[in-house]
């Protein structure tokens, strides 16, 4: 039945109007987020602290003080501004934590954002809280209760339209830039470039698993299709995994033209049942097979057919080019063209997934512009303090971790 489908709606998919979009965002009702809290960093002592704006201090990182206490009240949204690249456009890098005591085990991966972000003349942006989720407003959510995943949504929403930034690099803590983009200047932007020529709003790097779109890395920019698409990402909110409800609301916003026939299926998937192999109703079967089978309908030239013979036929995207789709796009495994933003050599892919232990495709990779690893990065490019653009970077001796996250934990979301 969906393979004759497919014939008629290859093309289907035309851009929404503005007014559409800014009437599907209109009515978002988002938690609030306390802004104006600034980050200090003390770089030859790898000391980081935060200050509110109502004049609370804490400790973020530092190798000797305890934790500190949660701050009350809502979340906050913490800049430590260096944007000094003069290009008119706000950017910036964010990453997401519920509080203090989690962010710790990363500490690693977080001063390798702050040193890059200090080089490169990005601003850092760090998420700090948690938001009540309990309440699932989609009377589709038949679970009703969604987790602490959540965050993200609101965290992105609240960097585009309360901290005014036009782009934003969103990343997992265990989300780390690649030691060879440090002597590469401007990737950033370049990347973002690669989406306002592909006339994206919001992109991610194409996974070596079967996962559509893995939400660990994203870029996105600031317009009106992003707010629509942060809008559902947060109202429909349901389950434990928040990138179901990202496939879910892509798919909404493409269904509303063309002929998907999506009526949001997805959100009957969020049981995490990872043990029951021949379950065809769990996240990890969304994952694998629904949303593919949605997105092809749209795209059929970005797809794969596996040869292995299933039950469910699975399908793989393409990973040699850039994959448009409406408004999002999906940035290769391999090499990309330059963007006219920035003219010269092409650019590594966006993202690997580099797992020590593992050979071949998932492990180390070709060149990528940053990695997903949960191993911490041995390298340090802004070492004894010095945040010059051009300072070398070193390796690290890595202290053993009495931390389980954070060192060589295979992931797969
Ligand atoms: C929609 O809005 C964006 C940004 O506000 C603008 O760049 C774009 O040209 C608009 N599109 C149309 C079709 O008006
Ligand atoms: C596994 O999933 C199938 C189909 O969803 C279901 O019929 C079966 O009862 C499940 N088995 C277990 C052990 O939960």
């Known amino acids: 039945m969906r393979a004759l489908l497919l014939l008629g709606t290859a093309s289907a998919a035309a851009a929404l109007s503005n007014a559409t979009l800014h009437a599907i965002a209109a009515d978002a009702i988002w938690p609030e987020v306390a802004t104006g809290c600034i980050l200090r960093a003390d770089f030859l002592n790898h000391v980081v602290e935060l200050e509110t704006s109502t004049g609370e201090t804490r400790t973020v990182l530092s190798k000797e003080s305890p934790i500190p206490p949660v701050i009350p009240g809502p979340p906050q949204l913490c800049a430590l501004k260096n944007d000094h690249d003069n290009d008119g456009k706000q950017r910036s890098v964010l990453t997401i934590a519920t509080d203090l005591k989690y962010l710790r085990p990363w500490s690693h991966f977080l001063w390798n954002k702050l040193c890059y ?35 993200k949504a609101v965290a992105i929403h609240a960097a585009l339209s309360r901290a005014g930034q036009d782009e934003v690099l969103v990343l997992d803590t265990d989300a780390i830039f690649r030691r060879e983009s440090f002597s590469r200047h401007g990737l950033a932007s370049c990347y973002f470039g690669v989406m306002e020529d592909a006339q994206a709003s919001v992109a991610a790097g194409a996974e070596h698993y079967q996962v559509f779109v893995n939400a660990a890395v994203l870029l996105v920019r600031e317009t009106p299709w992003t707010r629509a698409l942060l809008r559902l990402w947060w109202r429909d909110r349901c389950g434990e995994k928040d990138q ?9 916003l493409w269904n509303k033209d063309s002929n998907l026939n999506y009526d949001g299926e997805l959100l009957a998937y969020t049981s995490r049942d990872y043990k029951n192999k021949s379950s065809t109703s769990t996240y990890k079967h ?8 949605y997105a092809r309908q749209l795209r059929p030239a970005h797809f794969v057919k596996s040869p292995v013979a299933r039950a469910h036929p699975i399908y793989h995207l393409a990973a040699d080019s850039l994959l448009d789709f409406p408004d999002f796009a999906l940035l290769p495994q391999t090499a990309l063209p330059p963007p006219k933003r920035c003219p010269g050599p092409g650019l590594p892919s966006l993202r690997s997934n580099a797992a020590r232990r593992k050979k071949g495709a998932r492990g180390a990779g070709p060149a990528s512009f940053l990695a997903h690893t949960k191993n911490r990065p041995a390298f340090d490019c802004c070492p004894a303090g010095n945040v010059d653009a051009a300072a070398p970077c070193v390796a690290v001796n890595l202290e053993r971790s009495t931390h389980r996250k954070g060192e060589s934990t295979p992931h797969r979301r």
Do not use: Q, Y
């Open 117 to 151: 972000c200090k080089r490169e003349g990005l601003d850092f942006l760090l998420f700090l809280g948690n938001v009540d989720t309990a309440h699932a407003p989609n009377p589709k959510c038949l679970s009703g209760k969604a987790g602490n995943h959540w965050i």
């Open 286 to 293: 969304a994952r694998r097979v629904v949303t593919f089978d």
């Open 244 to 252: 179901l409800i990202l496939w879910h609301s892509l798919l909404t």
